[in-house]
């Protein structure tokens, strides 16, 4: 099994962008590396939430993104609660809990967030989204193939 470090280096060598620290302002960095993968922190998106990013950062050698937000708890704009949320490098969100188990401080998300981090396992979150992504792409060549193939005998 690969390291943490050798593999963020093997995907980023296959143009899969590492996480990093890109501004000292949680919703800036957050867009920015959240940008093209998903539109979790996208202006539009926060607004309708009516979320504000109140912390983020990379984890695992940038493997890992993760935010805490502060939204709505619920549609009639009551309450608000405070979350985290984890990204891998295909912009995928690996854990957020339901509005209904958010906490009351950022403090209290903060700890639960590392808590989270800490006794995940990222190689095999890796190993298993890689082996999901291979098959796709396989299927995706021989339909392909399939069509050629099909095309040459219509021909002939």
């Not at 800490?118 to 095999?124: E, H």
């Not at 193939?149 to 002939?156: N, S, Y």
């Given at each position: 099994?690969?390291?943490?470090?050798?593999?963020?280096?093997?995907?980023?060598?296959?143009?899969?962008?590492?996480?990093?620290?890109?501004?000292?302002?949680?919703?800036?960095d957050?867009?920015?590396?959240?940008?093209?993968?998903?539109?979790?922190?996208?202006?539009?998106?926060?607004?309708?939430?009516?979320?504000?990013?109140?912390?983020?950062?990379?984890?695992?050698?940038?493997?890992?993104?993760s935010?805490?937000?502060?939204?709505?708890?619920?549609?009639?704009?009551t309450?608000?609660?405070?979350r985290?949320?984890?990204?891998?490098?295909?912009?995928?969100?690996?854990?957020?809990?339901?509005?209904?188990?958010?906490?009351?401080?950022?403090?209290?998300?903060?700890?639960?967030?590392?808590?989270?981090l800490?006794?995940?396992?990222?190689?095999?979150w890796?190993?298993?989204?890689?082996?999901?992504?291979?098959l796709?792409?396989?299927?995706?060549?021989?339909?392909?193939?399939?069509?050629l193939?099909?095309?040459?005998?219509?021909?002939?």
């Open positions: 099994m690969l390291t943490e470090s050798a593999l963020s280096n093997a995907l980023h060598s296959q143009g899969f962008s590492r996480f990093a620290d890109k501004s000292c302002y949680p919703k800036p957050a867009q920015m590396n959240l940008s093209g993968r998903t539109h979790f922190a996208d202006d539009d998106t926060l607004r309708f939430f009516g979320a504000r990013i109140l912390s983020a950062s990379d984890h695992c050698n940038g493997l890992l993104y935010i805490i937000e502060s939204s709505y708890a619920d549609f009639g704009k309450r608000r609660t405070i985290f949320a984890v990204f891998d490098v295909f912009g995928t969100c690996i854990y957020r809990p339901d509005l209904d188990n958010g906490w009351r401080t950022s403090k209290q998300a903060n700890k639960a967030r590392y808590a989270w800490n006794a995940f396992d990222v190689n095999a890796y190993a298993e989204q890689i082996n999901a992504k291979s796709r792409l396989q299927r995706e060549a021989q339909a392909l193939n399939d069509i193939c099909t095309q040459d005998t219509v021909a002939a």
